[in-house]
């Protein structure tokens, strides 16, 4: 611990020296963005990682070789809709953002990417989304603790900090909160941030001009937000979001400054991808079965320990599994880990019992969306198309009422998938998955997915005609968004 306070001291004192040199001043142009010049230096990267925060290890120095600017504020209403006018449709939604001032939210990664895009182009200037290393660079200002106010956040930094299962309505007006010691406002909360960079584990390593994964299928948010747990609005912390999902907890903030010369990680895959057999299996039934008394076989658990657990975050808590059958013989499940059914650190893991086996594969990660609660997996092999088909909610952030359905699929055992595709892109109730999709003799595929996060309410259908290319949603809404009882 000594160790890391003496680097930590030594990238602090090196930031500090260039926070002297900062400037601001106003994007020229329509949107009147105020920018602020954030001079080249080091800090450490990350944090010690405890338990459901071990993606934040390794902490590790980084290098910001060229200086750039950042806008003081996240993008506002009035200046997106500068690029895009139809988006004055969200504004007011679930009580937020009405104001020309407020944050903008409900953009996905390429709407922010499109707007910089717009910008780049009508200032002749060249503005991108920050690096996850510019945005904690940023975001810390010279700090090493965990917030750039210290260990805490004062309660005037804060914006209703605590699990939201129904949406309260808050002040999004950006800088109404006190700037960091760099002039930069709403660093910690209000609404977290798009970056530019493929979300993954980080490497033991002194980097410069970090840019993160070649490929991957999140891109990185920071920043924490409203309606959040205080916790996540750490600098260190680090979220995540399919690209195309949109949220009322996310908007983003630009950089000027030409695109960081670092060279991006591989890729990841997930040990459940390697070595999957591809060879026809021929199911015939048992000789067992044909036998004319029952037999009993011992349970064969599949819930299993990783080998090694530094590798992979198992939690205490372990349910909702689903399984089904592969053309090569394998059986795969998948189910959620977690320490809390309401919480973000919930991910969805994986065994493979592989043909002629009789033990299953020690557990990988399958799905985690960072820091969203993924409540709820369904798994259909398909024989009509050969097709296995996985569909699993992921929340806006903790609880397990307002989620999104989405889906992936393989055609190869398993042994790779599709990136995921928002099946239901709206955030609600109705959408908690049940395990157990089929298909009909017409067909059609069924989700049946809970109605609402408690026992009443009932079961919902979304129902594919297409083979899962669209869902529809069918029957009435049932639910009661003011009553929050018991899981279902």
Not at 380 to 395: H, K, Q, R, S, T
Request: hydrophobic share 35%.
């Amino acid at each position: 611990m000594k160790k890391l306070f003496i680097v930590s001291s030594l990238l602090v004192s090196s930031v500090i020296s260039k926070a002297q040199q900062i400037i601001t001043s106003t994007s020229p142009g329509t949107t009147n963005i105020k920018m602020v010049r954030l001079e080249q230096g080091k800090f450490l990267m990350g944090g010690l990682g405890y338990r459901q925060d071990y993606d934040e290890r390794p902490a590790h120095a980084v290098r910001i070789s060229s200086p750039f600017n950042m806008s003081a504020t996240e993008i506002t209403n009035a200046q997106y809709e500068k690029f895009d006018p139809a988006h004055k449709k969200y504004r007011g939604l679930h009580g937020l953002s009405a104001n020309d001032d407020d944050a903008v939210i409900m953009v996905d990664f390429h709407d922010a990417m499109a707007f910089c895009k717009w910008l780049s182009k009508t200032e002749n200037k060249s503005y991108r989304l920050p690096t996850e290393a510019e945005w904690e660079y940023a975001c810390r200002a010279g700090s090493f603790t965990a917030y750039f106010t210290g260990d805490g956040l004062p309660v005037a930094q804060q914006n209703s900090q605590e699990i939201m299962w129904n949406v309260k309505p808050v002040s999004l007006k950006v800088g109404q909160h006190g700037a960091n010691p760099w002039g930069l406002y709403d660093m910690s909360g209000n609404v977290e941030e798009w970056c530019l960079d493929w979300y993954g584990p980080y490497i033991a390593a002194t980097v410069t001009d970090p840019v993160g994964r070649a490929s991957g299928l999140y891109r990185v948010t920071r920043g924490g937000s409203f309606g959040t747990p205080v916790r996540f609005l750490r600098s260190s912390n680090r979220s995540g979001m399919i690209p195309a999902d949109k949220s009322w907890l996310v908007g983003f903030r630009i950089v000027e400054g030409n695109a960081p010369s670092g060279k991006a990680l591989p890729g990841l895959i997930s040990p459940v991808e390697r070595s999957v057999s591809q060879q026809k299996f021929v199911w015939s039934k048992p000789a067992a079965m044909a036998m004319a008394k029952p037999i009993f076989i011992d349970p064969v658990p599949f819930v299993l320990r990783p080998e090694n657990p530094d590798s992979l975050m198992m939690y205490d808590h372990n349910h909702c599994p689903a399984i089904t059958w592969c053309p090569n013989g394998d059986l795969l499940a998948v189910w959620f880990s977690t320490d809390d059914e309401a919480g973000r650190e919930m991910e969805i893991l994986t065994s493979r019992l592989r043909a002629g086996k009789s033990t299953w594969d020690r557990p990988s990660l399958f799905f985690k969306v960072p820091d969203r609660n993924m409540t709820g997996s369904s798994l259909l092999m398909n024989p009509a198309n050969g097709v296995l088909y996985f569909m699993n909610g992921v929340e806006t952030a903790g609880s397990w009422q307002n989620l999104a359905m989405v889906q992936r699929t393989s055609k190869d055992n398993g042994a790779s998938w599709s990136d995921p595709e928002m099946a239901d892109p709206d955030h609600k109730m109705r959408n908690q998955v049940i395990a157990g999709m089929f298909a009909t003799k017409e067909g059609y595929l069924i989700q049946a997915a809970d109605a609402t996060p408690w026992g009443q309410g009932g079961t919902a259908l979304h129902i594919s005609k297409d083979l899962g290319k669209t869902w529809q949603l069918t029957g009435r809404d049932t639910s009661t968004p003011s009553f929050i009882g018991g899981g279902s």
